[in-house]
């Protein structure tokens, strides 16, 4: 088994990358990772303007975006939610529905579908999202953006790496933006500023010390959560501007997120690296959502002070990560090696405002739900109250994991890994309520995640792979309606398939087969929006294939299909598989540039998305089968000067992105919608 040095850093100018970080926390050529992998460039970023993470993770192979909020968004891979990743190194509130950082500050994202527990420990079936921060470079460099769109959209941002000495030895980087805009649904508004920072020093020839900082204020007005269903059990296709909320509600996070890395060259290529990543956010929300469901043929609802959602909080998360890889030789074939043990820890502290009043509203318009006036002066505590209350949860997580590369015999590898996790959580009510003891709500021993896989080298270009990796999911929270944790996911899959690689990395191929098996799924609790239920027995299998990158000079593609059929063992629990991925997705990005003559300097780029037909939480909120069309066309006015126009949803197609609620979480997808971007670069 050979194995060149791969730089991954910016990947150029292409849609795709020659090796992913996310699987073994060193660069390793996609078609020698026996799973499927996709990597998000700048390029394919910029050109089709993607400005937030749930923008990104829509254009990826196989991926499904569940709109969970005006702020967030929660990502599915093969049915299962996602779980995510920094620099490499897991963190527990990367699982839960924080609001994210813009997508300025990644240099690129990383997603990993399937089992990921070898290196995360307790994740997710669907796999990892590896958010790659940016870096400084050795030279000055600087980029900006000026961007105008639709529903009053206005931001700017920039991005400047700078040598700080003569040596470059030290080097810093910052990306900073800001944003104010409106959406397609009535009275939300959103005002959000993020300012990153890295740092980079070359101690040592042998030794890099890495520090960043990023901090993200973001302010939404009259905050959205999605459509009630109707009082048929059906969606409502009214009006997709309809907003529950109403202009006095709010919703305010201030994010910030410190990483610090050491990294030591040993001998050879052996390499330590230890990282330390420590997050939090505090938010603040209030709101009224309906009380009851829309009717079906007037469209009114009823709401009450009763419904009032008045939460105030924090998240904070601590993660650690030190580890060990390199190679060494053995039988006269080389062998690649990784040790490592990675800690991480959540503290979320919740405090609910008691409601004084009791007001009740009827005939409220789905349409005009502005009518519902804020909660009088004084009828919202936060004070010690008997019926006031507040939850501290904290969870705890550390892990040793390995792994062997073995090159068995020439051009056959196999990979064996596995982990031991210690999992722990607890929960106590806090001030404004009595404050309780703590009480465990899972206490999880010795937890052996294996990773067996094996890869064929075809050709110096094509490789076959096979894996098998298992998973553990715990459950971080009261998630519970009747109170406490969930019992946590259980499962494991089978993978196997074929990649290409061509042009030194610039064009990837690939296809794969899968079966996971998994128990314990948590899944939105239809009657009641904010809770979670376990299903039974879950069989889901399937396939799927992409290629990105070059395929000719000037035209890069982006395009994946993936099918998947969702099984529920027993008959008598309800088959959700349908809420969170359909069982045919395509899509794809084609970008041609011009490479001379009278218009040389223009770009074009279409991009097309088809899905297969969804089922909600009833049989009855059906989102039958759609397609979407993209399109952007851009102009470089000198080489460091270029005008861009986005176009999204250009056939305005009306459609829910998601349906899986009966108070909350019915999303239909924006209408229509134009971005123009004025992008510099030197």
Known sequence: MTEEKIEVVGSGHSYTAPAAEAWGKTPVALKDIPQSVSVLTQQRMQDSNMLTMTDAMRQINGIRVLPGSTAHSNFYSRGYQMTTSV??????????????????????????????????????????????????????????????????????????????????????????????NDYFYKYAHSRKWQAYGALEWDITPSTTFVVSHAAQQQDITAPYYGLPVTTEKTLWYGGRSANPSQKWGYSNYMTQQTIASLSQKLWGDWKLTARGTFYDQSYNTLYNEPWTQIDAQTGTMQYQDAGIVAMRGTNSARSADIYANGSFRFLNRTHYALFGFNYNSYNQVTRYGNILSDTVYDGVNINNTNSVPRPPAGSISYQDDPDGYGTRDNATQWGFYGQLRLEVIKHLS?????????????????????????????????????????????????????????????????????????KPQRGNQIETGFKAEYFNGRLNLSSALFRMENVNQPVQDPEHSQFYITTGPIRRQGWEAQIDGTILPNLDISIGYTYLDTKVSDSKTRDFGGVFSPHHMFK????????????????????????????????????????????????????????QLNATNLTNRYYYERASGVWQFNFPAAPRSFMATLRANY
């Open 414 to 486: 196999l990979i064996l890994g596995g982990r031991v996790s210690r999992f722990s959580e607890r929960m106590r009510y806090i001030f404004p309520g009595p404050t309780s003891s703590w009480k465990p709500e899972a206490n999880i021993h010795g937890e052996l995640t294996p990773y067996l896989g094996t890869v064929y080298q075809i050709t110096p270009n094509i490789s076959w792979y096979a894996s098998y990796s298992s998973i553990f999911t715990p459950s971080v929270g009261n998630m519970s309606y009747h109170g406490g944790g969930l």
């Open 588 to 643: 794809s990005w084609v970008h041609y540039t011009v490479p001379n003559g009278r218009l040389h300097g223009l770009n074009i780029g279409v991009g097309l998305d088809a899905n297969s037909s969804l089922r909600g939480s009833y049989p009855t909120t059906v989102q039958g089968g759609y397609m979407t069309l993209d399109g952007m066309i851009g102009y470089h006015i000198t080489p460091h000067l270029k005008i």
């Open 87 to 180: 620099d490499n190194t897991p963190g527990a509130a990367g699982t839960l529905n924080n609001a994210s950082f813009d997508l300025s500050m990644y240099d690129r994202i990383e997603v990993l579908r399937g089992s990921s527990g070898l290196l995360q420990g307790g994740g997710s079936p669907g796999g990892v999202v590896n958010q790659v921060t940016k870096k400084p470079g050795m030279d000055f460099s600087v980029n900006g953006a000026a961007t105008v769109g639709s529903f009053n959209n206005y931001r700017a941002d920039i991005d400047l790496s700078t040598p700080l000495n003569a040596s470059k030895t030290l080097r810093f980087r910052t990306a900073d933006l800001f944003q104010d």
